[in-house]
Structure formats: structure tokens, C-alpha cells
């Protein structure tokens, strides 16, 4: 079975400088999802990133980028400029390939962002 | 365009009562997943539906736990009697049924079991 795995339980960063969360995973399959979604304290998850294992580029998404390492099954995401909104739970979570297959997620990482 | 509707946001229930969630997808999106997500926990899935279809139910709680997708739109989710430990937050999630397609979560709905 697929797990994820987040070592950080809590994170915290000062406005306008840069943190990385990290994350790892196992699975035997060699196509697959990776994802990090934000859940702040309304509790809607949204998405921050996705990337597909298929591709070597890492994903960028404004202040927000991921290092995938695939054959260290390592999954990072730094949050550069960090600003107050930030402040959040960041969960990791993995899909395996398929067109509706569920996400398995880590235990998340609580970031907070000082002024 | 619309996000994933939930309700209610909260509810409070005394145990052995019944309670019932209810979920509105994104309009088209045929995939529909229920996730209960326990405090201090990532959530889990509770099971996935493809259109009408119950594809993906194995860690759902048939003894007490129910959950239908009439149309394949609209989805409640059951739960009845309610135990201590089915405290949590319930999210509710959807996708269209394509490859490589992200989950949109809705707001959830917190159920607190007295």
C-alpha cells in the first residue's frame, strides 16, 4: 500500500523569506500523481501544486515550487516570500494513475509565518 | 464556477442519534469522494463513487455507515447510530473522471459526537 509520510509537524518562517516542507512516499508503481494541498483554519482544502511522475521538470506555481526527487521518493515544497496567508496545514498527497483514484495523504505540516 | 457545496458546516449530536451530510459537486464532474479526516490527521477516503456507481467503498463502516449518489450528482452520506469516535471532519471532494484530473474539496462539515 501507498503511504505518505511527512516528518514535520510544524514549521515556521519569517514574512517575506523562504521555508520547505518536506515529504516522502512509497510506492511500487512508477506512474503516479504528487500533490500539496493547503488547508487553512476554514478547512477547505485547496490545491497548492500538483506534479505528474512522468515528468522531470519540477512543478512551479508563482511563489510556490516543488523538488521531486523521484528515485529518493521525495517530494518537497518551498514557499518562497512567505506572506501572513500562508499560515496554514500543508498536506502532502499521493494519486496513483487512473482517472479517478483516491488520494493518500500525509499527516500534515502546521506552518506558521511570523510578521 | 461554483466549488463543492457542503452542508451542514456543523453538527452536534448525541450518540446512537442519526446525522446525515449532504454534498453538491462541481457542475459535470462525474467522480465524487467522501473523506473523513480525524483531528491531527490527513484525511482518508471513505468512499469514491464513478457517476452512480459505489466503485470504492472498502473503508467505509457498512455496519453503520451508508452513503448514496442519487442521478450521480448530488451525495449524502449516512451515518446512524453515531459513536464517540465518528467525531471528525467530513470533506467531500470531486473530479471529472479523466486522466490526470485534480480533487477539489468542499468545506467540510465538522460533526462533534456527545
Known amino acids: 500500500a501507498q503511504t505518505v509520510t511527512q516528518s514535520q509537524p510544524e514549521m515556521s518562517v519569517q514574512e517575506a523569506e523562504t521555508v520547505t516542507l518536506s515529504c516522502t512516499y512509497d510506492?511500487?508503481?512508477?506512474?503516479?500523481?504528487l500533490f500539496w494541498y493547503k488547508q487553512p483554519p476554514s478547512r477547505q482544502m485547496i490545491l497548492v501544486i500538483r506534479?505528474?511522475?512522468?515528468?522531470?521538470q519540477n512543478a512551479t506555481e508563482n511563489r510556490f515550487s516543488v523538488n521531486f526527487q523521484k528515485a529518493a521518493k521525495s517530494f518537497s515544497l518551498k514557499i518562497s516570500d512567505s506572506q501572513l496567508g500562508d499560515a496554514a496545514m500543508y498536506f502532502c498527497?499521493?494519486?496513483?494513475?487512473?482517472?479517478?483514484?483516491?488520494?493518500?495523504f500525509g499527516k500534515g505540516t502546521k506552518l506558521t509565518v511570523n510578521p | 464556477e461554483a466549488g463543492v457545496v457542503q452542508s451542514p458546516r456543523y453538527k452536534i449530536i448525541e450518540k446512537k442519534q442519526p446525522v446525515a451530510f449532504w454534498c453538491n459537486p462541481i457542475?459535470?464532474?462525474?467522480?465524487l469522494y467522501w473523506y473523513r479526516q480525524n483531528l491531527g490527521q490527513g484525511p482518508e477516503l471513505l468512499i469514491r463513487?464513478?457517476?452512480?456507481?459505489?466503485?470504492?467503498d472498502s473503508q467505509l463502516p457498512k455496519d453503520r455507515f451508508s452513503a448514496e449518489r442519487l442521478k450521480g450528482v448530488d451525495s449524502t452520506l449516512k451515518i446512524q447510530p453515531a459513536e464517540l469516535g465518528d467525531s471528525a471532519v467530513y470533506l467531500c471532494a470531486s473530479s471529472l473522471e479523466l486522466w490526470g484530473e485534480t480533487q477539489y474539496f468542499g468545506p467540510g462539515t465538522r460533526l462533534l459526537v456527545l
Open positions: 457542475s459535470g464532474h462525474n467522480t
Open positions: 510506492t511500487s508503481e512508477s506512474d503516479y500523481y
Open positions: 498527497a499521493y494519486r496513483a494513475q487512473g482517472g479517478s483514484e483516491k488520494l493518500v
Open positions: 506534479q505528474e511522475a512522468y515528468k522531470q
Open positions: 463513487y464513478e457517476n452512480e456507481e459505489a466503485v470504492d
